[in-house]
């Protein structure tokens, strides 16, 4: 395992640079300030003078839309955790779509109002790691666990809310369809909360991860696990408790965690390309988009 660099946040630097950095971002100004908060007390609004009351409003609605999604997704054994008020900023951070810490996180403006598709998967991808880490603290969760588990709901939601697969996806299907047997081994024996300094090995991670999370769903022991989210949750909820991971991980699934290691780079050696995508939710993603002209 690598030393990991005390990391406060966990980033989503998602491969959308271009997304964020395209667009003409409105020079921010004034003091951050609390704009809204629901009548519950649950969300906060915090930004600039550029963000209205009525927008701040509309933001918060679809927060917590995105949160009642993650939490019915991940169902979560003790709600409690859950329940503290949950900051929001709402300002850029060049090149970061959103940012994860324990009871708040930021994401941009400029990025919410111009994908509102891309950007409902950020909201449910950080709301994923805010729920972690009100279990776990300081993050002991893998990175490659948090982030497989923030990257499939992020993209599940979006489905969800009936949003078609972007090129973000695409990229990422292309992305898993190619690594190989050493990548995922990399990526599996660092069970650290992540190195966020070089950009490339985070996106490996990431992608990796979200793969992970489907292997277990779909084929991990045969037929996989279905509710692969709630066992995941569970294994962090046990951690919490103070086991490690790879014991918190054989009492929920069953497995030895080595075995399941060697099982997942044995995948990643044996598959390769659109087959290694069937029965995962990037089935079919990897291929290029088929025209409808004759
Ligand atoms: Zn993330």
Known sequence: MRCSKPVAAALTVLALASTLGCQPVARAEGRMR?????PDGRIRIVGRAE?????????????????????????????APLSAPLQVTVAETPGVLGVAMKDRFKVGLAYLRSDPVLSAGTLAHELTHIQDR????????????????????????RRSLGYPPQPYDRSLARAIAGY?????????????PGDLADPAANRRLEFIGAWFVEFLRTRCGGAGFVDVQPRLAR??????????FGAAFKDVFGLDWDATRTAFVAEARQT????RLKGTIWQGLAEAPHSKTP
């Open 51 to 79: 963000l209205g009351t009525g927008e701040a409003e509309a933001i918060a609605g679809r927060v917590q839309a995105a949160y009642d999604w993650v939490a019915r997704t991940q169902a979560w054994p003790d709600a």
């Open 134 to 157: 009100r279990e776990v603290r300081p993050s002991g969760v893998p990175g490659f666990i948090a982030e497989g588990r923030g990257l499939t709901d992020g993209f599940m939601y």
């Open 235 to 244: 294994v962090i909820t046990e951690m919490r408790g103070g086991a490690d």
């Open 180 to 192: 190989t047997a050493a990548d995922a081994a990399a990526v599996l024996d660092d069970l650290s």
């Open 34 to 38: 609390q704009i809204y908060e629901t």
């Open 272 to 275: 390769r390309g659109a087959e």
